[in-house]
């Protein structure tokens, strides 16, 4: 996919001006409430016009003011997942999702509705009525709808936003489906840093109706360590070795983490954040803490009055911070090693 937009739209205390242009299939907006971007979501899929300007999209203007030109919606063949589902109440399961797949036209049918069905999980369902689904199927449902429709980009705007926490990460998995198995392009909307790296491997980051910045996702977050009240969140994902007490010990790369918060998978995904990681220049002895790493320091990086260290530990990358002071001290520099220490009830079980 590749998307130019340059355009203005002005309300009442709020003005949108952006001009970008993106490639790739799995491209982020992120930015707080009120930023802009269901604005911008908007406008490219033709539910509003900017007041002047032009969009692009792979090579085709589907709005420019200088040429008149404005693509009504059900022509761009752009699909929308929204917070809510917005699913049809009259139809079933099955209605909804083959809704998209009737209209659109016999040459653009490249999925095949029961790979569809197959891939979300959605057989079980398909009879049901649609207020006999609970949010996160619900979602599906959606989500299958605007992917047989055969969309040549599939815009998400906050879609996880209306679930609670234990299944955001379910239904994430099979929205990075409409890219990794039916190779749909999308542009995923979200406040969530996490789904944001999560979902997409470039993100456009948005502010006050502008565009703050372009990059990926972890560049995002390292950017953001500094001034975020959590630091930087390593996302690890581990396989269950074995279980002590209660403990759960897990393999990551050739690492072993010893973990006290529970979780019912085999290979869990876990957050720590890079405040509580602790660094010794040279091997402690006795500590409580579980988790004793030895690390070679990758990289440093500022990020506000912070510094942050990127280890290499086992094979595996882990960010921690240290005030700049302490890098001073440590002598943090690349190549060095180090040795990282990780309280076991540090870890916060995300599935
Ligand atoms: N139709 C409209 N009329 C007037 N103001 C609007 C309209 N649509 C949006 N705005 C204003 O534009 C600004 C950006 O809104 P927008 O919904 O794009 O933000 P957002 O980043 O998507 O926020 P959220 O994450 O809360 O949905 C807000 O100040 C909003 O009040």
């Given amino acids: 996919m590749e998307l130019r937009m340059a355009v203005d739209k002005r309300f009442p205390g709020f003005e949108l001006a952006t001009d970008f242009s993106v490639a790739g299939g799995r491209v982020g907006i992120f930015g707080v409430s009120g930023s802009g971007k269901s604005t911008l979501v908007s406008l490219l899929a033709?539910?509003?016009?900017?007041?002047?300007?032009?969009?692009?999209?792979?090579?085709?203007?589907?709005?420019?003011?200088?040429?008149?030109?404005?693509?009504?919606p059900e022509r761009r063949r752009i699909a929308m997942v929204f917070q809510n589902a917005c699913l049809f109440p009259h139809l079933s399961v099955k209605g909804n999702l083959l809704y998209g797949f009737?209209?659109?036209?016999?040459?653009?049918?490249?999925?095949?509705p029961d790979t569809l069905i197959d891939v979300l999980k959605l057989e079980p369902l398909l009879q049901r009525g649609?207020?006999?689904l609970s949010g996160g199927e619900k979602q599906r449902v959606a989500l299958g709808r605007a992917i047989l429709a055969n969309p040549r980009l599939l815009?998400?705007?906050?879609?996880l936003s209306a679930l609670d926490d234990s299944h955001k990460l379910q239904i994430i998995e099979y929205l990075r489906s409409a890219g990794d198995q039916f190779g749909i392009p999308y542009l995923f909307i979200s406040h969530s840093l996490l789904e944001i790296r999560l979902m997409?491997?470039?993100v456009l980051a948005v502010g006050g109706g502008r565009i703050l910045g372009q990059t990926t996702p972890e560049e995002l977050a390292r950017q953001r360590m500094g001034r975020s009240q959590v630091g930087y969140i390593n996302l690890i994902r581990g396989d269950l070795v074995r279980r002590l007490g209660g403990m759960q010990v897990y393999r990551w790369g050739d690492a072993e983490l010893f973990v006290s918060t529970a979780s019912q998978?085999?290979?869990?995904?876990f957050e720590l954040s890079s405040r509580d990681i602790i660094l010794f220049k040279k091997h402690p002895e006795a500590i409580s803490a579980r988790n004793l790493l030895h690390c070679k320091v990758v990289d440093t990086f500022a990020s506000g009055n912070k510094v942050g260290v990127e280890l290499s530990v086992g094979g595996q990358r882990l960010?921690?911070?240290?005030?700049?002071e302490a890098a001073d001290e440590l002598a943090i520099q690349a190549r060095a090693d180090i040795y990282a220490v990780i309280k076991a009830s540090s870890f916060r079980t995300l599935t």
Avoid: W
């Avoid at 033709?46 to 693509?71: A, C, M, N, T, W």
């Avoid at 998978?265 to 995904?269: D, F, G, Q, S």
């Fill in 130 to 132: 649609v207020n006999m």
């Fill in 155 to 159: 815009l998400m705007d906050e879609p």
């Fill in 200 to 202: 997409t491997d470039e």
């Fill in 319 to 324: 960010i921690a911070e240290v005030v700049g």
């Fill in 46 to 72: 033709g539910l509003s016009h900017p007041d002047q300007g032009e969009i692009v999209l792979d090579g085709e203007y589907l709005f420019s003011s200088s040429k008149r030109i404005s693509v009504p």
């Fill in 102 to 112: 009737k209209r659109c036209t016999p040459g653009h049918r490249k999925i095949d």
């Fill in 265 to 269: 998978e085999e290979t869990p995904l």
